[in-house]
């Protein structure tokens, strides 16, 4: 979710820091500098909709995650794996709608926008996971549940590594599994396996482990380099 700042930059509030304006600081993955132009474009008659209403972008940020959790903790457990993906997948646009508001001038864009869109965005993420959780329970598979476990958990750190590392003063803009790559491997995982695509799911948490594992360690490797060039 992007977040305008006081001083007129743009950020991406869940693994970020502050920019100068006019710079648009913008996640480094190839598959979103892809997609957002398009989905800005597309989005931007609804920001106006929503900027004419007085609804500002820390709105936008909550319905969005309001909207994913519910989607989560209530289909997935149910087994409603491909309506539950294309629904979070509709409020994971809400991370391109918030940063379209706030240009377009929609009132809560600041420096509380940012951590409550990191915020908020790690809730998201938990709740996805957690809805997986409770649905490999509900199948009686418990190495998939610590599986996906172990994606929510290693999620997080790679969360907080560049936070931490950012705050330090630090670069951290490493990594195999951002969040982008994590939420497009888990729901097309789960939007397929919904339709009867046997073993996917289990092979996209299997995936995810791996990559997320390899991020954290790729990120405290670059962080560790940096501190010892100092």
Known sequence: MFTKYPCGG?????????????????????????????MTRILT?????????GIGPNAV???????????????????????????????????????VVARLGGGGGSTWGAFLDS????????????????????????LMVGVTLFCLVAGAVVSYAKARAEGLGLTCDVG??????????????????????PYLLPAGMWLLAGASAATVVQRVVHVHRQTRER
């Open 10 to 38: 743009y950020h991406k509030g869940g693994e970020a820091k502050k920019v100068a304006a006019p710079v648009m600081a913008y996640d480094r993955s190839a598959m979103l500098k892809l997609l957002r132009p398009a």
């Open 45 to 53: 008659p609804l920001g106006r909709a929503l900027v004419r209403r």
């Open 61 to 99: 940020t909550a319905i969005g995650t309001l909207g994913t959790v519910a989607a989560a903790l209530v289909l997935f457990p149910a087994g409603m794996l491909s309506v539950g993906a294309l629904v979070i997948t509709v409020f994971v646009l809400f991370d391109l709608l918030d940063g």
């Open 119 to 142: 915020t908020l965005d790690r809730v998201a993420d938990a709740a996805i996971f957690c809805g997986l959780v409770l649905y490999f329970a509900s199948q009686d598979d418990p």
């Open 176 to 197: 195999l599994a951002e969040r982008p790559e994590r939420l497009v491997v888990v729901l097309v995982a789960t939007f397929f396996a919904g339709l009867g695509v």
